[in-house]
């Protein structure tokens, strides 16, 4: 597994037409809220279509060890009997969060108002990025964490004994600082408040209400105000996962580029908070249409049915970053067979994820021939117009998103695309090689 196993190398060659259904997993935020929510709930949640990448079944762990009845009944299919909000036990050993980033930070914030203490590790990239972020609003609530110099992990929160409600100001556009805030302001008496200047994904919210919790948010003109009234009683839900878009934007991309492509991409959650990878291409002129766009669990959802398109060069507005933040490095790989430049701005939130995405791209792109331009807070792309030479190997950083963007360049460069390292794609997308090749991709892991 990432980061605690051997590295697995892959590589990626010119393909035929990619045809035929992408059914790809359960998304990845709803499945860590379900299984946080379930656990905080009172009766028996019931979730399907839950995405069992590794992240998301170290949050389900993690669920147990604070005291939750966590259970798998089949493909997707899980059961949690949840403690009721204010009700954790606190856990015997380290809670290993591996490589997710949304699963140690909201879980953080979903213990750091019960009287208990609990320690938290992940794997090296989960050790490399910060957490101050989320302490700092967490101590506010009386909480305290005890970590690595730079508050790195591993780490340990001291519960509050008491909480006090919490008036906060996010300072980054991040949906994870958010979920932490209202996660803990559940088992305080008042109101939390928290404000963002940019709107970032609402899934807590939307699952929140779903659960019985007051939650609103309110246009100001400092943002978004969201509101959660303190120890609701959450009860118990039935929830079906619509499937990821941030996992669905690699087959949408590779069939964009891979000529003579046409395929159909079932059932992906299309929240606005979402899905501005989509409008992002759909301005650069790719041919995707959303069939039998409906509403499923709170959700808009629509069947992707995507074909092969010529792409132009676009500047992506920077206030759409926070609904493709996770979209940049599959945006820029595309980007590549793109004619003229794409300009991402006001990405610098790229630098704190998984890796460095900004590096980690500039970086791989140079290595198969594309000319790139990076600062702080910005990448631009020059695209080569269809033609894209390939032939690098690109370091990965235990980033499944940096893997899969570059496996999917690779099937429409010239040369072949290898990465160091595939393995962190068991975090988000276990069946992508699978998946990918039934399409018609050549994706495999090197012999060695
Ligand atoms: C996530 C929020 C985003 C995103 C991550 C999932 C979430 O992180 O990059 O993959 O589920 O809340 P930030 O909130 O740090 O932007």
Redesign the pocket.
């Known amino acids: 597994m990432s980061g605690h196993g051997t590295p697995i190398p892959m590589t990626s060659r010119a393909s035929g037409a990619l045809t035929g259904t992408a059914n790809v997993p359960g998304d990845?935020?709803v499945s860590?809220r379900s299984l946080i929510l379930g656990a905080l709930a009172v009766g028996q949640t019931h979730v399907t279509g839950l995405l069992e990448g590794q992240d998301v079944l170290d949050t389900a762990k993690a669920m147990a060890a604070f005291g939750a009845d966590v259970k798998r009944l089949g493909d997707g299919e899980w059961t949690i009997n949840g403690v009721g909000v204010g009700g954790f036990a606190e856990p015997e050993d380290v809670i290993d969060c591996g490589n997710a980033?949304?699963g140690v930070r909201?879980i953080m914030g979903a213990m750091a108002t019960s009287p208990i203490n609990a320690t938290f590790t992940g794997d090296a990239s989960l050790r490399s990025r910060p957490m101050g972020r989320i302490t700092e609003p967490l101590a506010l609530f009386g909480a305290q964490a005890v970590g690595r110099a730079k508050g790195l992990l591993p780490l340990t929160m001291v519960g509050a004994q008491n909480p006090m409600p919490v008036r906060y100001t996010s300072p980054?556009?991040?949906?994870?600082?958010k979920?932490a805030v209202l996660l803990a302001g559940l088992n305080v008496a008042g109101d939390t408040v928290l404000i963002e200047k940019e709107k970032?994904?609402d899934?807590?919210e939307r699952m929140l209400r779903g659960f019985g919790a007051d939650v609103t948010t309110v246009e100001t003109d400092d943002g978004f105000e969201i509101t959660l009234k303190g120890q609701p009683e959450l009860k118990a839900q039935t929830i079906a996962v619509p499937r990821d878009p941030?996992s669905a934007a690699f087959p949408v991309c590779a069939a964009l580029i891979v000529e003579g492509s046409d395929i159909l991409v079932p059932n992906i959650g299309l929240n606005p908070t979402r899905a501005g990878l989509f409008t992002t291409l759909v301005e650069m002129g790719a041919d995707i249409t959303f069939e039998n766009k409906r509403e499923e669990g709170g959700e808009p959802v629509a069947d992707l049915r995507v074909r092969a398109s010529k792409l132009t060069g676009v500047e992506v507005p920077p206030e759409r970053a926070?609904s493709m933040?996770?979209e940049y490095p599959i945006l820029s790989a595309v980007a590549a067979f793109a004619s003229g430049k794409t300009v991402m701005r006001g990405v610098k939130?790229l630098r704190v994820?998984e890796c460095d995405r900004i590096d980690a791209m500039a970086r791989g792109l140079e290595a198969n021939g594309v000319k790139i331009e990076e600062g702080d807070d910005f990448l631009i792309v020059h695209g080569q117009d269809g033609s894209v030479r390939g032939g690098g190997t690109c370091a990965t950083h235990l980033d499944h998103r940096i893997a899969m963007s570059f496996l999917c360049m690779g099937l429409a460069t010239q040369e072949p695309v290898s990465v160091d390292d595939g393995g962190a794609i068991m975090t988000s997308f276990p069946i992508f090689q699978e998946l990918m090749s039934d399409l018609g991709a050549q994706i495999t892991r090197n012999n060695r």
Request: charged share 20%; glycine share 4%; no cysteine.
């Open positions: 990845k935020s860590h980033g949304t909201l980054h556009p991040s949906a994870q600082i979920s970032t994904r899934h807590s941030s926070p933040i996770d939130e994820k």
